[in-house]
């Protein structure tokens, strides 16, 4: 459905990511899907269901904007 891709880059460090994204699953439960880590390596990955979109979208929302509060912006 939805992704947002956030990346910060500090000059004496390698560049970080992190992503958001919405989607429906087989149960009719909308799934927050979040990855972060440096770019190019494993990374790290956590997904949370939510019985609606209002919900999935709030929950995004709130992690999108402390990501940018740290710093992340999108490119």
Not at 19 to 34: C, G, Q
Request: proline letters at 4%.
């Amino acid at each position: 459905m939805a992704t947002c891709l956030l990346y910060r880059q500090a000059p004496s460090r390698p560049p970080r990511f992190y992503r958001i994204e919405l989607a429906m699953n087989l149960f009719s439960e909308v799934s927050v899907l979040r990855e972060w880590g440096i770019a190019g390596g494993n990374g790290h990955s956590v997904i949370n269901l939510y019985a609606n979109l209002r919900e999935a979208s709030l929950a995004a929302d709130k992690h999108r904007n402390r990501m940018l509060k740290r710093g992340y912006g999108r490119s």
